[in-house]
């Protein structure tokens, strides 16, 4: 049976169930995973899921049952139990659930692609590895060079109660190097394109053969070897301008999240956390300098976050997040958008078929200005520059946050002088953004994908997007020590 | 509702993947989750669902050359399709020099670890207890959370002969209470059993949490005696899974107690192990290669002795394995999953009597590392922060950044709790953990809230 029809059928079955509305989600998921270090296959795996997720409203409350199995007795014994779970759920009286309109769709939608990563033979892939991390081992004091390849494809039929029906296919490709230098207590990291596992795009093959990784090999191991015996970063409050890669950190654990209307509105609260934002803040609160713009964009070619609809059916959309420093409107879903009185953002997705759908974002990007990193540095009379990610945290309001980079470099007159190890920054959210006084061109902006963004119980992981450019922040606390 | 598939069907499963020809040697991995999950927001239930999945994970290796495939299609056919796709992978590959070979017929002691009564909870018998725990909320307060029943089955067969299999349940309930003039209050246990799990106790201590958080004062950063709940305890103890016991990191000197075997990295009173088998944790008796798992002294009496192996790790540092293997591929190597602090002989009450002026913790939010080698990781307090004065609870303040090593932490502890929970860090799985106090706790910023 084709498995948009597989969908169909759980609605049915929902709805004799005693579903007032009613979705089912099929997805198959396939992903291909290979690690090499020091020229040795660490691993090489792939995987495929299937199954289908039925979702109930039932007199105004959720339901959500998943299984594996697709065949039509499985399928309605769920769906009865998707019911089941929704009566339950009015054990504690609420307002009841109101969708906001959208209109039922129809229609097939794929992410672009020129090769399909998952017809290129294994040799090819398992061969670009092995030569990136041997050129990274020809690098003296190198204790690990290590690459990695990752694939991902997944397939989606969704239909509606209300007659949505549509087939969706994302394939994603991305692919990293990483080299680490061990010594003097001291373990130092150099990432490339970005870290944990690269820089990975909805693209196909042609996506890591533009990475470069062997060609950015050498100079990877050589900064993470110069690391060992660089400067610890200093403790002061400066000016800190950060690359590309950390920008795309920085947008999603202060901006990204924080702008989540479930967290907003208290969902999220005894987990991940909730907001600091409320719906009064719409249009009001300064939320960074008049330099920042944001925008959420679902539409973006090559985003990990683009679709042509999300797993409620809601087109993708561009949302302005915050225009000139103001912010303007929150991601969303049909359920939250009515009670703030607006129609969804289109910003549902679930991790697999196993989960039931939450706001996630989309691809959230800062939208570029002028000038290169280069200008941005020249521009630059005292401070720091930071790159790469190395770790985050933030508090459960996402006010106080501190972050680490791998690597860091004095800023004087303009020009980048002393290396340092181990830095880091912390600060205030919207003091933080409101520091901003420079954002680079369009030149300098690249479309990131976040692959591991976690939510939820049972926990979900999402694939996101961010589109960055290099930026300057003014008065920063940097180099936090324990 | 589903049960466990049971070790007959999972060997006619596995089989067909063991059979696979022109290959030296067949793992299969069968793991099998199902049960619900009823999760609140505002006192209300805003999402609940149940879910059933299978996974079925095959690694081959020939001529040392090892690949790994894994699908959730739990049949003969699919089965040998993995085994198809791994082999496949395997033969494009170099050899592992660090294969060690699949593990040897071994006898697994059985447990006791799963509860049918916990299988078989209703969405009903849920809601019940999300509602007897959100009617302790004062007025003015509401509850978020969430209350899960699962169940699990883990089997591993491979050619050499051996096949285990173990059954397991677990029941949790967590909750952060909210309201009032901005304070929050958080409580959560885990247990095997449903019939462990005391929604309207846990609700009970989550609200008198929020009805002390009221009101929370500035704070300004430094060095503080802190007291740690359980569940901040679990924060440092779970990061030493990961950047400190694993036999992988120790063996590449990328651990925290990488050349430090033998020597001091805590307090004399401080023993930290590693226990699947005991009754008072959620672990399952053999690793995902199938090898026993071993109790194994991490850190006694202040001494670091050693880490955790798989087989992969054993033979790269010449050592046995203890049963630690993840799921493969895994690049990182073992870890410990089943840690525990041991208790010591004082009441949380006993702490806050015994500090002039300091904090007492509930738990701690979104931490990560700083510095590996140096054990140094960074996170937020959440959810009840107090400072103590005198000997005495002095108010709630708003929440705080802490930046310290654990070690050192470790080394700065005065006092220990003779009562253990079972608490989960953000990321990892549960430990179990009494309180701590510390000494010289560094928080280097703060929040707003």
């Known amino acids: 049976m084709p498995l948009l029809d597989v969908a169909k059928q759980a609605v049915e079955a929902a709805k004799a169930a005693g579903a007032d509305y009613a979705d089912g989600r099929v997805v198959r998921e396939d992903s291909e995973s290979i690690t090499v270090r020091n020229q040795v296959m660490e691993g090489i795996d792939r995987s495929d899921s299937q199954g289908v997720g039925i979702r109930v409203l039932v007199n105004g409350y959720w339901g959500f049952a998943a299984t594996a199995l697709l065949e039509p007795a499985e399928i309605e014994r769920t769906a009865t139990l998707a019911v089941e779970i929704a009566r339950a759920a009015a054990r504690l009286p609420m307002d009841p659930i109101q969708l906001s309109e959208t209109e039922p769709a129809t229609g097939t939608w794929h992410s672009p692609m020129q090769v399909d990563p998952f017809n ?8 670009l590895l092995m030569e990136a991390t041997r050129r990274m ?100 409050v400066t000016t800190l301008v950060i690359d590309s890669g950390q920008v795309e950190l920085q947008v999603h654990e202060s901006i990204g999240h924080p702008v989540e209307l479930d967290r907003v509105l208290g969902m999220e609260e005894a987990y991940a956390g909730s907001s600091f934002l409320t719906p009064a803040d719409r249009g009001k609160l300064r939320y960074a300098s008049d330099q920042v713009s944001i925008t959420a964009d679902a539409s973006l070619p090559g985003g990990l976050g683009s679709f042509g609809w999300d797993d409620e059916g809601v087109p993708a ?44 974002m989309t691809n959230i990007s800062i939208e570029p200005r002028e000038g290169s990193l280069a200008d941005i540095i020249g521009d630059t009379k005292d401070g720091i520059f930071m790159a790469t990610n190395q770790s985050w945290s933030i508090d459960d309001k996402r006010v106080n946050f501190q972050f680490g980079c791998e690597i860091a470099w004095r800023i004087n007159d303009g020009k980048l002088t002393d290396m340092y190890r181990n830095p880091n920054y912390t600060g205030i959210t919207t003091e933080f953004w409101g520091s901003c006084d420079a954002v680079g061109g369009r ?21 996101v997007g961010h589109g960055t450019s290099p930026a300057r922040f003014r008065n920063v606390q940097i180099g936090v020590r324990g | 509702m589903p049960g466990a598939v049971g070790p007959d069907e999972i060997r006619r499963v596995s089989q067909a993947a063991l059979d696979l020809p022109g290959v030296d040697g067949v793992e299969v991995l069968f793991m099998h989750e199902w049960g619900g999950l009823t ?26 050359q090892v690949g790994v495939a894994s699908t959730n299609d739990f049949s003969p056919e699919g089965a040998r399709a993995a085994a198809d796709s791994a082999k496949e992978m395997a033969q494009v590959v170099a050899p592992d020099p660090l294969f060690a070979g699949f593990a040897p017929p071994a006898p697994i002691e059985a447990t006791e670890s799963f509860d049918e009564a916990t299988a078989s909870t209703s969405p009903t018998t849920r809601a019940e207890g999300v509602a007897a725990l959100v009617e302790q909320c004062d007025q003015g307060f509401t509850a978020a959370g969430a209350f899960e029943t699962t169940s699990m089955e883990v089997a591993v067969a491979n050619s050499e002969g051996q096949f285990c299999w ?11 209470i909210s309201g009032g003039e901005h304070g929050n209050g958080f409580a959560e246990t885990f247990g095997a059993r449903v019939s462990d799990i005391d929604p309207e106790s846990i609700g009970k201590r989550a609200a008198q949490k929020a009805r002390d958080s009221q009101n929370p004062h500035d704070l300004d950063p430094g060095r503080y005696t802190v007291i740690l709940e359980p569940s901040a305890v679990s924060t440092p103890v779970g990061f030493l899974a990961w950047i400190g016991f694993g036999g992988r990191m120790l063996a590449e000197g990328r651990s925290c107690f990488s050349g430090k075997e033998g020597e001091t990295v805590a307090a004399p009173t401080i023993s930290i192990f590693d226990d699947a088998a005991s009754p008072l944790t959620l672990g399952t008796p053999f690793d995902f290669e199938g090898v026993p798992r071993e109790r194994v002294d991490l850190i006694k009496d202040g001494v670091f002795l050693d880490g955790v192996y798989d087989m992969r790790t054993a033979k790269q540092a010449e050592k046995a394995t203890t049963g630690h293997a993840l799921p493969p591929p895994n690049p990182e190597g073992p870890f410990p999953l089943n840690l525990f602090l041991a208790p010591g002989d004082s009441s ?78 953000f990321f990892f799985s549960a430990s179990r953990v009494p309180a701590l106090m510390i000494e010289g706790f560094n928080f280097t910023g703060r929040s707003d809230h």
């Open chain 1, 120 to 127: 290129v033979a294994l040799e090819e892939k398992v061969a």
């Open chain 1, 137 to 236: 081992q020809e690098v003296k004091g190198l204790a690990f060079a290590e690459g990695g390849i990752d694939l991902f494809r997944r397939r989606s039929w969704l239909a509606t109660s209300e007659g949505t029906a549509v087939e969706q296919t994302t394939v994603q490709s991305g692919a990293g190097i990483e080299a680490s230098a061990v010594g003097e207590g001291e373990l130092q990291r150099r990432s490339f394109p970005n870290s944990f596992r690269g820089h990975i795009a909805a693209a196909g093959w042609e996506h890591i053969q533009r990475l470069g990784l062997i060609e950015e090999a050498e100079r990877t191991a050589t900064e993470a070897v110069e690391l060992l015996s660089a400067k610890e970063c200093p403790s002061e």
């Open chain 1, 443 to 463: 030149e300098e902006w690249t479309l990131w994908g976040t692959p591991n963004c976690g939510k939820g119980q049972p926990g979900q992981v999402a694939r």
């Open chain 2, 166 to 176: 173990a059954p397991s349940t677990l029941a949790s309930i967590t909750t952060v």
């Open chain 2, 39 to 64: 999760r609140f927001a505002s006192s209300s239930i805003h999402q609940s669902t149940w879910r059933e999945d299978t996974g079925t994970r095959v690694r081959v290796v020939t001529n040392g």
């Open chain 1, 317 to 360: 959309q561009q949302t302005p997040i915050i225009i000139d420093g103001i912010f303007h409107n929150f991601i969303s879903s049909r359920e939250t958008a009515t009670r703030i009185g607006e129609r969804s953002s289109g910003a549902m997705r679930a991790d697999g078929w196993q989960n039931l759908p939450l706001i996630r």
């Open chain 2, 348 to 425: 949380v009450e006993e702490m806050i009597a015994a500090t002039d002026r300091g904090l007492l913790i509930t738990r701690f939010h979104y931490s990560n590392v700083v510095h590996p080698v140096e054990s140094t990781i960074t996170g937020m307090t959440r959810d009840g922060t107090f400072l103590i004065e005198h000997g005495q609870i002095a108010g709630p303040v708003k929440n705080l950044r802490f930046t310290q090593s654990i070690i050192e932490a470790l080394m700065n502890t005065t006092m220990i709790g003779r009562e253990t929970e079972l608490a989960s860090e």
